[in-house]
């Protein structure tokens, strides 16, 4: 099993930065890939970006490319991903998660944080 714990959110204003951080344990960190993803009101959760166990390889939704960024510490089993140029549309609870097996075509996870709430004020 794997316990993911993720921290950081709030409330920011429009244009604004935020960095999320997300702890695991029960597995070696570095065999895990590790992702964010988002859900709004009212909305489906929706992909972020994910990142390779090595840290080597990373993917992002088109909505977040440029703006947002995603990495990780094997050595504080952490995984990052900072927000800038933040709009209202990216509100939602950011939840962290992980598998050992990441495939972009069906960004299926294992394991599952329980969400920490980001607010974009406009």
């Known amino acids: 099993q794997v316990q993911l714990v993720e921290s950081g959110g709030g409330l920011v204003q429009a244009g604004g930065s935020l960095s999320l951080s997300c702890v695991a344990s029960?597995?070696?960190?570095?065999?895990?890939?590790m992702g964010w993803f988002r859900q709004a009101p009212g909305k489906e959760r929706e992909f972020v970006a994910a990142?390779?166990?090595?840290?080597?390889?990373?993917f992002y939704a088109d909505s977040v490319k440029g703006r947002f960024t995603i990495s990780r510490d094997n050595a504080k089993r952490t995984v990052y991903l900072q927000m800038n140029s933040l709009k209202p549309e990216d509100t939602a609870v950011y939840y962290c998660?992980?598998?050992?097996?990441?495939?972009?075509?069906?960004?299926?996870?294992?394991?599952w944080g329980k969400g920490t709430l980001v607010t974009v004020s406009s």
């Open positions: 029960g597995r070696t960190f570095s065999t895990l890939a």
């Open positions: 990142i390779s166990g090595s840290g080597a390889s990373t």
């Open positions: 998660a992980a598998t050992p097996a990441f495939n972009i075509a069906t960004k299926k996870m294992d394991y």
